[in-house]
T-cell receptor, first 115, second 114 residues
Framework: AQSVTQLGSHVSVSEGALVLLRCNYS??????LFWYVQYPNQGLQLLLK??????LVKGINGFEAEFKKSETSFHLTKPSAHMSDAAEYFC?????????????FGKGTKLSVIP | SAVISQKPSRDICQRGTSLTIQCQVD?????MFWYRQQPGQSLTLIAT?????????ESGFVIDKFPISRPNLTFSTLTVSNMSPEDSSIYLC???????????FGPGTRLLVL
């Protein structure tokens, strides 16, 4: 069974500061890893994903994440926060070997950006 | 990526009634899923909507409560039956195509049961 842990249900950063949202996963097989963003009253938008290959993946809106197998982590970063980044961020994992492609989500981290 | 739409976007319903939520994708997809997001919570998979056959439900979800149809490769419905206030949630459909591991989500249906 897979699981996802997002450290910090709420993170506040100043505009222009580094954004770091933490995600650790557990999976018995090589995982597929995702970050989604949910703006207020909207659905989920895919930010970025890791499936195979390069462990540093770049996504939309200047976000990137690095897959670290030894640390079972997939932390999301952005060098400089913008007011428009304020939203809830979900890390998710699926099992590359199961063939079911079901996503298991973390509990989410709400990002606030302080002007 | 394709556009995924849901109807209705929100509804307020009385307990004991049922609501059918529609999910439409503007291109043929491989897989479709339904999720529930309870207030302040993360997403939980309800079921995988299988085209032309019965949906595959996750533990804790049953067909009598959440009947699902998927008559073709671009459309699915989720019915929330005999609703109670505990069913107040956001219901989201998602779809994948090509690279099956990547799911794209609809805008969600916000349901309030009184």
């Amino acid at each position: 069974a897979q699981s996802v842990t997002q450290l910090g249900s709420h993170v506040s950063v100043s505009e222009g500061a580094l954004v770091l949202l933490r995600c650790n996963y557990s999976s018995s097989v090589p995982p597929y890893l995702f970050w989604y963003v949910q703006y207020p009253n909207q659905g989920l938008q895919l930010l970025l994903k890791y499936t195979t290959g390069a462990t540093l993946v770049k996504g939309i809106n200047g976000f990137e994440a690095e897959f670290k197998k030894s640390e079972t982590s997939f932390h999301l970063t952005k060098p400089s926060a913008h007011m428009s980044d304020a939203a809830e961020y979900f890390c998710a994992v699926s099992d590359s070997g199961a063939g079911s492609y079901q996503l298991t989500f973390g509990k989410g981290t709400k990002l606030s950006v302080i002007p | 990526s394709a556009v995924i739409s849901q109807k209705p976007s929100r509804d307020i319903c009385q307990r004991g009634t049922s609501l059918t939520i529609q999910c439409q994708v503007d291109s043929q997809v491989t897989m479709m899923f339904w999720y529930r997001q309870q207030p302040g919570q993360s997403l939980t998979l309800i079921a995988t909507a299988n085209q032309g056959s019965e949906a595959t439900y996750e533990s804790g979800f049953v067909i009598d409560k959440f009947p699902i149809s998927r008559p073709n490769l671009t459309f699915s419905t989720l019915t929330v039956s005999n609703m109670s206030p505990e069913d107040s949630s956001i219901y989201l459909c998602s779809a994948s195509w090509g690279a099956k591991e990547t799911q794209y989500f609809g805008p969600g249906t916000r349901l309030l049961v009184l």
